[in-house]
């Protein structure tokens, strides 16, 4: 019955029927990532890391109104060494979409990629299910590049949710309208938006390095958690020898030096030198830790 | 259990078992391996091309701890191939290393003709795997999980997929448990779950790492049919098991590892054949017996109140009979009881069966 019918006979020998069998479809690997952006974003871990992310500029919204309902206006000006943003949001909804980008880079968003990128091989191994993956078979490489666009994804899903729950916030609090750049000249609303947009692809791209980081740890343990704690082990030390003077001639080597320089978008005209020198440093940390990914990967026994 | 028709789109092609004794395969076969290589005359099929052949397969750990030695697999086309041990023999370490999940320290592997794990590209899709239990995630129904592990496949056509899916659901009989999640699933659900993975697509060779684990009584007697009817369709069937009676009763082949090495394999008739049976007489006369056995040629003569047990003489057992008879002893009882594969798995590895390596 059942499986004889589908099986051709054919192939004269053992080994020669392996290579005309079964073409592989050359838009497998747009499947396999489809299963694993399903995979990802079907965990409640993962939907309670973007509710988190979407809480982060209500909770902002919420304390600049309370913080500017006696009428005093404008806010306690620049916090955490954040762009001027925040004393903005009264007069314009929209810059509450900055502020609360500019919350969540140095923390929040890092530390949502780093349980994401460390679980990404980690997690499998650890329970069980990469050596199926393995043998069905995903190929190695394949299956990395493949975490690292899911990881890659989930970096720009979770800034356009911060993004678009600070907007929705800021426009049912503050008035929304023509807005002032950091230069001082004026932007139409529409104009604010797309720099808006183009902040929240820049605060995504942002985040490459971390992700590549993560991918890297997660190569190295069969615990998912473990892998997620060195992440953002390594993400809250980084942040904290940014902060010391006597390193300085390191500092523009760590991926969060120059991750506030999207403020930049701002100005006008754009003040590009900052931002390009964070998308270099982005690129060559995924440079760097995607390969050792890729060779630590690709060489491993997996005993898990 | 009706296989959708797939229009042409499944290319699936594979070797016809009757011309499998390719020339190319054949000398594949490992050529020493320490038991007969009239192995491979014994099951049904009557070709002699190998699916599994290892050379000097080797690996050790990093810690230098030597997993496997040496090893000489050979595992014939068609056969039902048990593979035994004792815990921490080196079973799973070889069969990561046959799927291509670890690298051998040395020697080579070749599956389905081709050298593992470079062609693992290539032989993959053509097996499969039930490695040290089933795997899966536990927040996704158990049809999702097929899906996702179809989805890895890249020679799965995804127009199928959902058919194949579930007719690999129906196949281990858990049709109407598909929809829920599989954390919610008892570990005989999930040993089923991880067999229907390896039954997505038509294999021509499946390697079952101890397929009945944590199955009830009715459930490793589907297990067994189901295992005895892909060996019909001529899938090449690679089990191991802790459960000698199991392997005796669904095997036509088996290898017995210890220690990392391999100590034999053949034909399961063979394997038990190798250690002879005792003779074993029921007399009130043991005394007399014993002389008149000794005298027969029978070795190891062995007197436990009215039975006299022995190594059985090269002679027709007929002819001692008659002599026992004839010096007087009172027969009750005459016969050879047959060593099973546990006796054989003893006297092979000189220890009980669940001693650790």
């Known amino acids: ?304 | 259990m009706e296989e959708p028709p797939t229009g042409g789109t499944d290319e699936v092609t594979r070797a016809d078992r009757g011309v499998a004794d390719d020339a190319g395969v054949a000398a594949q076969a490992a050529p020493a391996t320490p038991v007969t290589p009239t192995a491979h005359s014994g099951h049904v099929g009557g070709d002699d091309g190998t699916v599994i052949a290892t050379h000097a397969l080797t690996k050790r750990y990093r810690g230098g701890q030597l997993a496997v030695d040496g090893l000489e697999l050979s595992v014939p086309a068609g056969s039902v191939f048990g593979f035994l041990g004792p815990n921490g023999s080196g079973k799973t370490t070889t069969i990561r290393m046959l799927m291509g999940l670890i690298e051998p320290t040395s020697g080579t592997a070749r599956v389905l003709g081709r050298p593992m794990p470079k062609a693992a590209r290539a032989v993959l899709p053509h097996v499969g795997a039930l490695i040290e239990g089933p795997a899966l995630y536990g927040f996704l129904s158990g049809r999702d999980n097929l899906l996702r592990y179809d989805a890895a496949d890249p020679t799965a056509d995804p127009r199928t997929r959902r058919t194949r899916v579930a007719a690999a659901l129906d196949r281990v009989g858990l049709a109407a448990a598909s929809g829920k999640k599989a954390k919610a699933y008892s570990l005989g659900m999930k040993q089923r779950l991880g067999l229907a993975a390896a039954l997505l697509q038509p294999r021509r060779l499946l390697v079952l790492d101890e397929p009945t684990n944590g199955l009830d009584p009715q459930g490793m007697r589907e297990i067994r049919s189901l295992i005895r009817e892909l060996a019909s369709d001529g899938t090449t069937v690679f089990l191991s098991s802790h459960l000698l009676d199991e392997i005796e009763q669904v095997c036509t082949h088996a290898a017995v590892m210890a220690q990392g090495r391999l100590i034999t394999q053949g034909a399961v008739a063979e394997l038990a054949a190798g250690t002879r049976g005792r003779l074993i007489v029921t007399t009130p006369d043991t005394v007399d017996a014993a002389r008149v056995l000794k005298e027969q040629g029978a070795g190891d003569v062995v007197i436990t109140e009215d039975r006299v047990t022995a190594e059985p003489p090269e002679r027709d057992l007929a002819d001692v009979n008659v002599a026992l008879v004839t010096a007087g002893v009172r027969v009750r009882g005459f016969g050879v009881e047959r060593a099973s594969l546990e006796d054989a798995f003893v006297a092979l590895t000189g220890e009980g069966f669940d001693v650790a390596g």
């Open chain 1, 1 to 304: 019955m059942s499986r004889a019918e589908v099986i051709q006979q054919g192939g004269g020998q053992i080994g020669g029927g392996i290579a005309r069998a079964r073409k592989p479809s050359p838009l497998w690997t747009f499947g396999l990532f489809r299963s694993e952006l399903l995979t990802t974003f079907r965990r409640w871990r993962t939907l309670a890391l973007l509710a988190v992310l979407a809480a982060v500029p209500i909770l902002v919204g919420i304390a600049v109104k309370i913080e500017t309902g006696d009428g005093s206006g404008g806010g306690g000006g620049p916090q955490g060494g954040g762009p001027a943003f925040i004393s903005q949001i009264t007069n314009n909804g929209l810059f509450l979409v900055f502020t609360a980008l500019a919350a969540t880079l140095p923390f929040f968003l890092p530390m949502a990629i780093g349980v994401i990128a460390g679980d990404a091989i980690a997690g499998e191994a650890n329970s069980g299910t990469l050596r199926y993956l393995l043998v069905a078979p995903a190929g190695r490489t394949r299956l990395l590049l493949t975490k690292y666009a899911t990881t890659m994804t989930f970096c720009l899903v979770a800034t356009l949710v911060v993004a678009v729950s600070a907007l929705t916030v800021g426009a049912l609090l503050f008035p929304l309208g023509d807005l002032t750049t950091i230069s001082g000249t004026r932007i139409s609303f529409a104009e604010g938006l797309g720099r808006a947009l183009l902040i929240a692809l820049v605060v995504a791209a942002s985040l490459i390095g971390v992700a590549a980081l993560g991918l890297f740890v997660s190569t190295l343990t069969n615990s998912g958690i473990a892998a997620m704690a060195t992440t953002v082990g390594l993400l809250i030390t980084v942040q904290i020898l940014d902060q010391i003077p006597q390193l300085h001639a390191l500092q523009p080597y760590f991926f969060s030096h120059y991750w506030l320089s999207f403020a930049d978008l701002m100005r006008e005209p754009v003040y590009w030198d900052d931002l390009i020198k964070n998308l270099g440093i982005q690129g060559l940390y995924a440079a760097v830790f995607g390969s050792a990914a890729w060779a630590r990967f690709t060489a491993k026994d997996i005993t898990a």
